[in-house]
């Protein structure tokens, strides 16, 4: 189904938001059939929950609307303005904001505080939609009919740029082809080199844990205090802070088309964690590419990178074989990991830096 200029597929049957309708209607029932609550719907998009809510919830009750606006196309714009203000007489009622959707909980702040100073005896706050994963507002969601993953979704009174609202069912928007991509090699392989190239060529986001952690030891934060002691080294940082960490940068940056992830993953834990945490996004993994260079190669460029780069592990070959260590016992194991998915390729990765672009966009382009 297309709408403007984007495609939809569906995502939820009528019946399957009927059941969410009514399990928001059923909880607030159990809190306040004894009593007349207010609700209040946000308009637009509630008004279709509204409408269904209401024939749910069969207790005393009064009903009215709100208008904020804050989205514009897909993403929102952070700005939010009051088109239709909030009923007068609200002292020592109830009330029950009605959403449609619930998402970073920017347009939720407006509304609280729209309510701040209305005397209400309680306020409570109800979605059908509600994307907890993204949600960092500060208020407590009272009630939700389903969570649902970072997805954006019309119909059932939702909008894209104002088309949609009028569709029984929910759609998501259909996610454009994606590529995923790991990386594989020695310390010094060009991995990083790469995949500055790729990501442009591409359009992918470039995730380097070896950056990331330098950058948060530059900040002198906590995961960057805990890592420097292992990096300095040239031991792996531990698992379980590397999957968290990479999990947070996907997360930042789910609006992009595809990922490199370079120097991720280097352990066969890591690999699994990524297979789990990419499937609960309806993501893969499409190809890992390694880059192939003997050792002593490796180590002479990494003391040629030291010179200017500055870091204490490209200086030290003790450190550098250390890291090579690492790689042998941890990291090359998975190759075998890949091989059996039937992604793994590897191409040279010695010669000119174009060439060996060029030797990975042909892997690339083949996938
Ligand atoms: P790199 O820039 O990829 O060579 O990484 C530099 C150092 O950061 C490594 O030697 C490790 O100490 C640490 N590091 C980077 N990525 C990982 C990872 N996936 N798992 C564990 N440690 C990592």
Redesign the pocket.
């Known amino acids: 189904m297309r709408l403007h200029d984007k495609s939809f597929v569906p995502y939820l049957s009528e019946a399957e938001i009927m059941t969410a309708v009514k399990q928001v209607a059923n909880a607030i029932a159990q809190d306040y059939k004894n009593e007349t609550p207010i609700f209040i719907g946000v308009l637009n998009g509630a008004f279709m929950f509204v409408a269904d809510f209401l024939k749910a919830y069969q207790h005393p009750c009064e009903v009215s609307f709100i208008k904020l606006s804050s989205y514009q196309g897909l993403t929102s714009t952070g700005i939010v303005e009051t088109l239709l203000d909030v009923p007068e007489n609200l002292d020592g009622r109830s009330v029950i904001i009605l959403e449609d959707i619930i998402d970073t909980g920017r347009t939720l702040q407006k509304l609280v505080h729209l309510f701040a100073d209305k005397n209400v005896k309680e306020f409570k706050i109800a979605t059908l939609f509600y994307k907890s994963s993204v949600y960092n507002g500060e208020y407590k969601v009272d009630y939700f009919g389903m969570e649902i993953p970072d997805r954006f979704i019309v119909g059932y009174g939702l909008d894209y740029n104002e088309l949609g609202r009028n569709l029984k069912e929910v759609y998501q928007l259909k996610q454009p082809h994606m590529i995923n991509l790991v990386l594989f090699g020695k310390?010094g392989a060009g991995?990083?080199t790469q995949a500055e190239f790729l990501k442009e060529k591409y359009n992918l986001k470039h995730i380097?844990?070896?950056?990331v952690?330098?950058y948060n030891i530059k900040n002198n934060t906590a995961l960057g205090t805990l890592?420097k002691s292992?990096?300095d080294k040239?031991?792996?940082?531990p698992?379980e802070v590397?999957i968290k960490m990479?999990q947070d940068e996907v997360e930042k940056n789910s609006e992009a088309s595809g990922f490199i992830f370079?120097?991720?993953?280097?352990?066969t834990a890591?690999a699994e964690a990524l297979d789990a945490f990419l499937a609960t996004k309806d993501m893969k993994i499409n190809a890992t590419i390694a880059l192939d260079a003997n050792d002593e190669v490796l180590i002479q460029r990494l003391l040629e990178r030291g010179k200017v780069s500055g870091r204490s592990?490209d200086q030290d070959e003790n450190k550098i074989r250390n890291?090579f260590e690492?790689y042998n016992l941890k990291t090359a194991p998975l190759k075998d990991f890949y091989e059996a998915q039937g992604k793994f390729h590897s191409v040279n990765g010695i010669g000119a830096i174009d060439e060996i672009t060029a030797r990975l966009a042909k892997v690339i382009e083949e996938l």
């Open positions: 310390p991995k990083g380097s844990t070896g950056d952690f330098r890592a292992y990096i040239g031991d792996l940082v698992d590397t990479l370079d120097g991720f993953p280097r352990t890591q592990d890291r690492e």
